[in-house]
């Protein structure tokens, strides 16, 4: 079975600083990561995934996530927030060879100007 | 020229009633979702198919019923409408097929289903 945590229903940060939304995962085998972004009133965005590799994913409008395969982690950061970054975000997972992604419960980031 | 487009966008309808929602991709996609968003924003996969072939299929209630004519278009027909089948409804589409690759998924703007 798969599954995703994500700890914080929200995240808040001031302008300028660093964020990290969390996310740890459970799945059998090797385990497919990705974020989405979801902006009100519309369908989620893919920001980033890692598939192998490097455990730092790089992806879209600046933002990164560690991939840690012992803490079973793969958080979301960004080192420097921007008020239009404020959104839902979720992680999701794949296991390898499957075609089921499931997602996490999502973190509301507010980005305080 | 939208990647994967759902039609209607919002939709308001009597209990009891039976509705249809309709998905489309351009992107040469194999792999077509339903996801169900609840109001707490909680993401449900329900159903996929791959080149028109079901293969997921969640415990969703039978009245709802997918249907893809061809591997670009992917429909949802719902029976008997209840109060708790309001929700957002995305179609997605995805690369995979059965010989793997990594492919993310790609999400339609929604189809916003409300129950009376």
């Known amino acids: 079975a798969q599954s995703v945590a994500q700890p914080e229903d929200q995240v808040n940060v001031a302008e300028g600083n660093p964020l990290t939304v969390k996310c740890t995962y459970s799945v059998s085998g090797n385990p497919y990561l990705f974020w989405y972004v979801q902006y009100p009133n519309r369908g989620l965005q893919f920001l980033l995934k890692?598939?192998?590799?490097?455990?730092l994913v790089k992806g879209s409008y600046g933002f990164e996530a560690e991939f840690n395969k012992s803490q079973t982690s793969f958080h979301l950061k960004k080192p420097s927030a921007l008020v239009s970054d404020s959104a839902l975000y979720f992680c999701?997972?794949?296991?390898?060879?499957?075609?089921?992604?499931?997602f996490g419960a999502g973190t509301r980031l507010f980005v305080k100007a | 020229d939208t990647a994967v487009s759902q039609t209607p966008k919002y939709l308001v309808t009597q209990m009891g009633n039976d509705k249809s929602i309709k998905c489309e991709q351009n992107?040469?996609?194999?792999?077509m979702y339903w996801y169900k968003q609840d109001s707490k924003k909680f993401l449900k996969i329900m159903f996929s198919y791959n080149n028109k072939e079901l293969i997921i299929n969640e415990t969703v209630p039978n009245r709802f019923s997918p249907k893809s004519p061809d591997k670009a278009h992917l429909n949802l027909h719902i029976n008997s409408l209840e109060l708790g089948d309001s929700a957002v409804y995305f179609c997605a589409s995805s690369s995979l097929n059965w010989t793997g690759n990594t492919g993310e998924l790609f999400f339609g703007e929604g189809s916003r289903l409300t129950v009376l």
């Open positions: 992107l040469g996609h194999d792999t």
């Open positions: 999701a997972v794949r296991r390898t060879g499957g075609f089921k992604t499931i």
């Open positions: 890692y598939i192998t590799g490097d455990n």
